[in-house]
């Protein structure tokens, strides 16, 4: 077992002690990280809403002073790939727009962020974890307020966090190799579409509403939730034999469940059979979709720091050992499955209705091979590394989006190399400690007292 | 029972397909622990292999007005893409899966899955969307036994699977070749310090397992004579659950598994609707795996992926 052994963060000389103590010239990169070591999660939290407001109200104004013909969606990645000749203007848009606002409000309102970091970590940490959250939110509202296409990345995107969070407690956490991700999401897909459908949709299928349309935002966790249950009570056809079975043939195990949940819903025709459902109601919002992402990676992450995480992970290193330790490899197995696809479902259950389609098709081996993607680029066994991974992949392909074909041979040439060097993950086994995260930098100038 | 006989046929010449996919699968699996997903696009690769091979064999016949009957283009056309596919498949060896010689189990397969990406969308972006059809090699000519309708084609597919798994299976029991690999498959830590150089051996295993895809390759582009860039995700997944479905370390194993899922796949639309197919395979497979949780030749052993 590698395990990347970090120093306590506390006894590491920060670079600015380091420069005032004078011991070593620092270059400029380092000149930069000390610069910034002082500014705190809330800093750059500050730094980014600044950013957006920028955009929001000036964005129109300078992307038509450098000849670009709308504001760039993406940082400017599309229109780089589509007209080479705009790069300069779509580079300087990026650094005036993101880059140097950010920097600079982070930096410079370092002292107070500082300060209310140090209030806010003497107070209870739901309430620091709330303003964050929310600060954050308010970021990405304004950011995705600007076009479309930006919200649908987005939702995707978040969507994906759940997807590789909830895979990575089976494939990272457990040490299993499990293939059957795809069909947990399908089945709280298609649970929570039918159930909507079937009692506040007019649809061709499960005939007229029954319920009215205004309760329908309220009750739609519900069916959320009932899917996620759902793809969980489907996870004990995985989680049943891997009592007897682990690794390989359980991953064949679960490739086959994939296959099996993806024919047999193209077998029942009452849900539309191979072609699918649609006309779902619009109701997956970003600020839903946002809180049920941020419930999963609270539920998630505390479960895999719980007694039952620790316990995951010794059943992965030595299952006899495990046992021989009092861990109930059975129950234990069963809530990691169980949990891991309620949250698969969940995820699916807002895909299916960010994207108002589903078919049984949405779930193959392509939406395999891309999870996985994710799980691995970002980092087995750590929070942190699945959001990383989930984020930067998802943003990658959108961003190569322009290279069309030629986006599936970049895409699967990083994650070979990405794997070649790390192959645990970019960010494999790291603890996702809130608290720590969330503390006041106390370093150098940025200090507040 | 003229019927059933019928389908015998076909359901043979399908699980020869999968048999010979599944061959590769396994000797990579039972050999170096790893899951070469890249294997059904290099079974893709090497039909278009064959295609090319096929089409250059037959201008260079019209070009220079050698009159070469279709038997020896085609026997041509196998040797001359099989070699060719082993090259593919030790580079994709020595690109994909020698770095990660030491790295976790899962990593290696992720690499298997991103190499078989690569294949895929190479071969869209070179050759187009539009699907190629194969070169009509040999006439096609049928024959009545006894209320049985054969086509040569059929013969020559299962025939041919046939001795390419009889002479594997001699490699692998007779040679000296065979022999360290059985050593490595029975335990790939000590018989490296035996002399036994994995370097040598696992290109080996790869060129092995190509050359087999490839002609399985050929082979369906005989039967069915349209090529399509994804055909391998098709056909290479389902090959890789008869592989290990067959046990680890047997080849026998896997080639019967492969011909058991040929049968299950051309008999369930007898009885059943043919949309049910994959969905009566998968669970006979899932109720066979719980049986027999290692397969149908496999002996227990420690299978936990090294994370």
Sequence with gaps: MRRDEQPPANTRPSMDELSMQGQAPLSGMQRIRAAFAGVPILGWLVGILCAVFIERYFGDEISYQLYLPKVPVLFGCLIMFKKPLLIPSALAYVTLIYVVPIAASARLSAVFTNRIAAVLDRGPIALSCLIHVGLLYAALHYWADLSDYRLLVLKLTMIAVMLTLSINLINGYMGEFSCSHPGFMALGAYSSSVLTLFFFGNHSLFGPALLPAALGPYCFPLALIIGGLIASAGALVVAIPSFRTRGDYLAIISLAFLFIVKSLIENMEWVGGPRGISGHPNWSSLPVVYMWMIACIWVINNFVRSIYG????ALRDNEMAAEAMTVNTRKTKMVAFMLGAFWAGVAGGLFAHVMRFVNPGTFGIQRLAEILAMLYFGGLNSVVGSIFGAVSINLISEML???ELYKWIVIPLILILVMIYRPSGLLAFREFDVKDILRPKHTGVGRGE | MEFFLQNMVNALQWGSFYALIALGYSMAYSIMMVFNFAHG?????GAYIGFGVAS??????LASGLAMPGWTILSLTIVISMILTSF?????????????????????AITGLMIGIILETGNLAI???????????I?????????????????????VSLAL??????????TRWGMAMRAMSYDFEVVPLMGVSLNVLAPMTFAIGSGLAAAAGILYGLAYPVLDPYMGVLLGWKAFVAAILGGRGSILGAALAGFILGFIEIFVPMVFPSTLRDLIAYSIILLILTFRPYGFFGQPHSTQLRL
Aim: glycine share 6%; hydrophobic share 50%.
């Design chain 2, 127 to 137: 050759l187009g969307a539009r699907r190629l059809s194969f070169p009509e090699l």
């Design chain 2, 41 to 45: 696009d290099i079974f893709m690769t």
């Design chain 2, 88 to 108: 593919l498949g030790v580079l994709v060896e020595r690109v994909g899966y020698r770095p990660l010689r030491s790295a976790p189990r899962a990593s290696a």
């Design chain 1, 310 to 313: 620790k316990a995951l992970n």
């Design chain 2, 165 to 174: 798994m009889f002479a594997l299976h001699q490699f692998i029991h007779k």
């Design chain 2, 56 to 61: 250059l064999l037959l201008a260079f016949c």
């Design chain 1, 401 to 403: 989006r322009p290279l």
């Design chain 2, 139 to 159: 006439q096609s000519t049928t024959y009545d036994l006894g209320g049985i309708f054969v086509t040569n084609k059929k013969i020559l597919i299962v025939a």
